[in-house]
């Protein structure tokens, strides 16, 4: 199975008709990895996989807009039919587990035993499914936040999650077939380096030689069109916008 990317949402900060927040589908190896579960996407998701067959969830932070539809998983994979065969791997920050515990009002994750297995992400993280290699590299935001490689058969996808500009985000990008990353905001505010403006996304993939950008997660003071156009200004390369739905060979 080559390295695939299907982009289920690309929305921020919110949900909007026809487009859910951030979630993509990597695929590779053998294996199906659920990478951000922003609200929308886990509907979006069997669209293209039965949840039960997932190798592996990974979320790249603790805000709403990337991993609130876990609540739904919950459901589904508990309760609705969709129960897989043994609990699935949930590579996440360590509050992960405690989080959604107490969205139940209960005192730990115990509960969901049967269908998660949680395991706190540091920067570093490796994982291994089938020939499919996910490393999680620590990037700069306002909550412990990682950004994803990933690598199979000689080729690599990077995903920058919510980052603001730091070595971290080019060190995971580098020399990538692909680089999935945020163009958040316009411009940043005095002494905020939480997100990237276009110009940033643009900058961080020229200086990690990849080869080609892919736009998402463009916030309300820009479009997509418009934060693609500038990112790829700035980048001098092969630059695209993420659409929900759409399927992409790394």
Same mark, same amino acid.
């Given at each position: 199975?080559?390295?695939?990317? +299907?982009?289920?949402?690309?929305?921020?900060?919110? %949900?909007? $008709?026809?487009?859910?927040?951030?979630?993509?589908?990597?695929? /590779?190896?053998?294996?199906?990895? @659920?990478?951000? =579960?922003? $609200?929308? +996407?886990?509907?979006?998701?069997?669209?293209?996989?039965?949840?039960?067959?997932?190798?592996?969830? @990974?979320?790249?932070?603790?805000?709403?807009?990337?991993?609130?539809?876990?609540?739904?998983?919950?459901?589904?994979?508990?309760? /609705?039919?969709?129960? %897989?065969?043994?609990?699935?791997?949930?590579?996440?920050?360590?509050?992960?587990?405690?989080?959604?515990?107490?969205?139940?009002?209960? $005192?730990?994750?115990?509960?969901?035993?049967?269908?998660? &297995?949680?395991?706190?992400?540091?920067?570093?993280?490796?994982?291994?499914? /089938?020939?499919?290699?996910?490393?999680?590299?620590?990037?700069?935001?306002?909550?412990?936040?990682? /950004?994803?490689?990933?690598?199979?058969?000689?080729?690599?996808?990077?995903?920058?999650? &919510?980052?603001?500009?730091? &070595?971290?985000? +080019?060190?995971?990008?580098? &020399?990538?077939?692909?680089?999935?990353?945020?163009?958040?905001?316009?411009?940043?505010?005095?002494?905020?380096?939480?997100?990237?403006?276009?110009?940033?996304?643009?900058?961080? =993939?020229?200086? =990690?030689?990849?080869?080609?950008?892919?736009?998402?997660?463009?916030? %309300?003071?820009?479009?997509?069109?418009?934060?693609?156009?500038?990112?790829? @200004?700035?980048?001098?390369?092969?630059?695209?916008?993420?659409?929900?739905?759409?399927?992409? +060979?790394?």
């Amino acid at each position: 199975m080559p390295l695939t990317l +299907t982009v289920l949402g690309t929305a921020s900060p919110h %949900p909007q $008709p026809g487009r859910p927040c951030s979630g993509y589908l990597v695929r /590779g190896g053998g294996a199906e990895v @659920w990478v951000d =579960a922003g $609200p929308g +996407t886990f509907a979006e998701l069997q669209r293209h996989t039965d949840p039960a067959r997932l190798s592996g969830i @990974w979320i790249s932070h603790l805000h709403a807009d990337h991993n609130a539809d876990l609540l739904s998983a919950v459901y589904g994979l508990a309760y /609705g039919g969709l129960t %897989p065969p043994a609990p699935i791997p949930m590579y996440a920050p360590g509050e992960c587990a405690q989080r959604l515990a107490g969205f139940f009002g209960r $005192p730990d994750a115990g509960f969901l035993s049967g269908i998660f &297995d949680f395991r706190p992400l540091h920067d570093g993280h490796t994982a291994r499914h /089938g020939d499919l290699l996910l490393t999680s590299h620590a990037v700069a935001h306002d909550v412990e936040a990682y /950004g994803l490689r990933a690598e199979c058969e000689g080729r690599v996808l990077a995903y920058s999650g &919510d980052s603001g500009p730091c &070595d971290g985000l +080019t060190e995971l990008a580098a &020399d990538a077939d692909l680089f999935l990353c945020e163009a958040d905001i316009d411009a940043h505010r005095e002494g905020e380096q939480v997100h990237l403006t276009p110009e940033d996304a643009g900058r961080a =993939a020229r200086v =990690a030689a990849v080869r080609e950008l892919l736009i998402t997660h463009v916030g %309300p003071t820009l479009t997509p069109e418009s934060a693609t156009e500038r990112a790829a @200004w700035a980048f001098g390369g092969p630059t695209s916008t993420a659409r929900e739905g759409v399927t992409r +060979t790394v």
